[in-house]
T-cell receptor, first 110, second 114 residues
Framework: KQEVTQIPAALSVPEGENLVLNCSFT??????LQWFRQDPGKGLTSLLL?????REQTSGRLNASLDKSSGRSTLYIAASQPGDSATYLC?????????FGTGTRLQVFP | EPEVTQTPSHQVTQMGQEVILRCVPI?????FYWYRQILGQKVEFLVS????????KSEIFDDQFSVERPDGSNFTLKIRSTKLEDSAMYFC????????????FGSGTQLSVL
C-alpha cells in the first residue's frame, strides 16, 4: 500500500531563507508526483508536476526534484517570502488517484 | 486561468439527511474526482469518474455515496444519509485528457454534520 510522508511537519523561518521540504513514498510505481499549496480553508493549488521519467521541474522560485528509485522528492523554495506561508502537500499519482502526504505547514515571518 | 467551481462553500446538515455537493469542472476536461479532507488529516481520494462511469473508488466510497454527471457541465456527489464522521472539506478536481496530467482542484465545500 502506497504511503506518503512529509517532513518536517511544520517550519517557521525568517524571510529570505532558502528552504527544502521533503516527501517520501513507499512504492516507486508512480505515474507522477505533484506538489500543491493549500491556504487555510481553501482549495489546493498545483505548483509543480514531475512525471515519473523526469528528475526535476522548476517554476519561478520553486524547484522540485524526484528520485523515484529511492522514493523521494524535495521542494526547494528560494528566497522565501511571507506570501509563501501555507501548507505544502506532495501527492503521488498511483493508478487512477493521488495519494497525499500530511503536508508541511510553512510560516515565513518578515 | 480556468477554474473548477464548487457550490456551496459551506453546508450544514443534520445527521441522517441527504446532501448533494455540486461541482462544475473545467469545460474541456474528461476526468473528474472527489477527494475529502477531515480536519487535521490527509486529503483522501473518494472516487474517479470518466466517460460517465466510475473508474475507481476508495473504501470510503460506500453505498451511501454516489456521483453523477447529470448534464454536460455539472458533477455531483450525493451522500444519502449523512453521519457525523462525514464532516469534512470535500474537493472536486478535474484533469484534461489523461490521469498523469496536472489536477485542478476546486476551493471545496465544508460539510458539517450535526
Amino acid at each position: 500500500k502506497q504511503e506518503v510522508t512529509q517532513i518536517p511537519a511544520a517550519l517557521s523561518v525568517p524571510e529570505g531563507e532558502n528552504l527544502v521540504l521533503n516527501c517520501s513514498f513507499t512504492d516507486s510505481a508512480i505515474y507522477n508526483l505533484q506538489w500543491f499549496r493549500q491556504d487555510p480553508g481553501k482549495g489546493l493549488t498545483s505548483l509543480l508536476l514531475i512525471q515519473s521519467s523526469q528528475r526535476e521541474q522548476t517554476s519561478g522560485r520553486l524547484n522540485a526534484s524526484l528520485d523515484k528509485s529511492s522514493g523521494r522528492s524535495t521542494l526547494y523554495i528560494a528566497a522565501s517570502q511571507p506570501g509563501d506561508s501555507a501548507t505544502y502537500l506532495c501527492a503521488v499519482a498511483h493508478t487512477d488517484k493521488l495519494i497525499f502526504g500530511t503536508g508541511t505547514r510553512l510560516q515565513v515571518f518578515p | 486561468e480556468p477554474e473548477v467551481t464548487q457550490t456551496p462553500s459551506h453546508q450544514v446538515t443534520q445527521m441522517g439527511q441527504e446532501v448533494i455537493l455540486r461541482c462544475v469542472p473545467i469545460s474541456n476536461h474528461l476526468y473528474f474526482y472527489w477527494y475529502r479532507q477531515i480536519l487535521g488529516q490527509k486529503v483522501e481520494f473518494l472516487v474517479s469518474f470518466y466517460n460517465n462511469e466510475i473508474s475507481e473508488k476508495s473504501e470510503i466510497f460506500d453505498d451511501q455515496f454516489s456521483v453523477e454527471r447529470p448534464d454536460g457541465s455539472n458533477f455531483t456527489l450525493k451522500i444519502r444519509s449523512t453521519k457525523l464522521e462525514d464532516s469534512a472539506m470535500y474537493f472536486c478536481a478535474s484533469v484534461a485528457y489523461a490521469t498523469n496530467e496536472k489536477l485542478f482542484f476546486g476551493s471545496g465545500t465544508q460539510l458539517s454534520v450535526l
